[in-house]
């Protein structure tokens, strides 16, 4: 005979703009669990989102939920806290204000603001409800052994471990060109990050060689949250099994937004365009200035530089449409066109009306490596 999870599983309904398609289970071990979740950005609140909207319909899912985020960060020339009530960030660069406590103080989830230092000192036992299961989607920082021992814990990492351990999985996966990624359930462990047993993965998933970070860690995102939502119904996570991984152990530090373009190819810069819109430097004629600006719609282009070196940018037509267009030249010689344009404190303009005007205002037109100080720039790069 069915339990009562597995009949209300089958009979979901879509809630809003999201359908839950659950399978049916054998009656899970033990009591519900009361969850902490500890999560920062967009992967993190997919995972939250379909918990919370599931248990809409299955209230016996779990007993109760909280939050555990970063503060909201300082941002801007004032360096002002950023109110949570603020728009969930649209890219990785606007991750400051938080989007999982926006998401958690908008459905009256209860959350709790830790940093590096004080997660050393936050105690779960504090709390109203005592929680029995931590849960850990993109959080980002080390969570001390006495926050874990004694619960049960899970870790939501999108990529198929041990392939890409570490804090970016996601951008990794699109830097080095790969057409799969995945999702794994590990245990959170105490001896370093994404060290504890992975029990659950997902198959394969394929990454299209033209897609843009929001979009895949949206899709990994979904598929993350069903493998969460299966795990918390059939208490998976009470007795973690090791399951046979089949990928090789590498490390996915965070990426460097800046583009150097003496040191970096074509296929490289393509591919950093598709995680957010880069910085690269240019030098003021006012004052030798520094000056750093974002680029925007950066894509291959077929023919070579020529006798332009790595850095110089210029205008030229594209081959479809004979548009003109702002070209730079990478470290291998090959180019890439540039759409758009944003010099620091301005607005985004077109890379045409930016080469057309840049003479007159940076040395050299072209784009130079980033150096601690100003007077390192050599005056023969501008030659």
């Not at 300082?74 to 400051?96: C, F």
């Not at 103080?105 to 929680?131: G, L, Q, R, W």
């Not at 005007?357 to 490596?369: C, Y």
Request: aromatic share 8%; glycine share 6%.
């Amino acid at each position: 005979m069915l339990s009562t999870c597995c009949r209300n599983a089958l009979r979901l309904k879509p809630i809003g703009k999201r359908k839950l398609l659950l399978r049916c289970y054998s009656t899970a071990p033990g009591p519900p669990p009361s969850i902490l979740f500890f999560g920062t950005d967009r992967f993190s609140i997919e995972c939250l989102d379909r918990l919370n909207t599931a248990r809409e319909t299955e209230p016996d899912l779990f007993r109760h939920i909280e939050v555990v985020t970063k503060p909201p960060a300082l941002e801007g020339r004032g360096r002002k806290a950023q109110k949570s009530k603020s728009i969930p960030p649209s890219s990785m660069r606007e991750l400051n204000i938080v989007p999982t406590q926006i998401y958690a103080e908008k459905h009256n989830i209860p959350v709790h603001n830790v940093t590096k230092d004080s997660i050393k000192e936050f105690d779960p036992e504090h709390a109203k409800h005592p929680f029995d299961l931590v849960i850990a989607a993109s959080f980002g920082l080390f969570i001390p052994e006495h926050i874990l021992e004694g619960r049960s814990t899970i870790n939501v990492h999108p990529s198929l471990l041990p392939l890409y351990r570490g804090p970016a999985p996601i951008e990794h996966a699109i830097l080095n060109g790969d057409r799969h990624s995945g999702i794994s359930l590990q245990t959170i462990s105490t001896e370093g990050f994404d060290k504890g047993i992975i029990f659950a993965q997902s198959l394969p998933i394929p990454i299209d060689e033209t897609e843009r970070l929001a979009s895949l860690r949206y899709r990994l995102g979904v598929s993350a949250s069903k493998m969460l939502l299966k795990c918390i119904i059939a208490r998976t996570y009470l007795d973690p099994q090791p399951v046979k991984t089949f990928t090789e152990e590498s490390y996915a530090p965070l990426v460097h937004i800046q583009i150097d373009w003496t040191a970096m190819s074509a296929e490289h810069i393509v591919r950093v365009g598709r995680l957010f819109e880069p910085i690269s430097f240019l030098i003021s004629t006012d004052d030798g200035r520094l000056v750093s600006c974002h680029l925007s719609g950066i894509s291959h282009r077929q023919q070579e530089g020529g006798k332009h070196k790595p850095g110089d940018f210029f205008l030229a037509r594209e081959a479809q449409f004979g548009k003109k267009k702002m070209v730079v030249v990478c470290a291998d010689g090959k180019t890439v066109f540039v759409e758009d344009i944003k010099v620091s404190g301005r607005t985004y303009i077109t890379g045409l009306n930016f080469v057309t005007t840049s003479e007159e205002r940076f040395w050299g037109s072209k784009f130079v490596p980033w150096r601690k100080e100003f007077e390192d720039h050599d005056p023969k790069e501008f030659e």
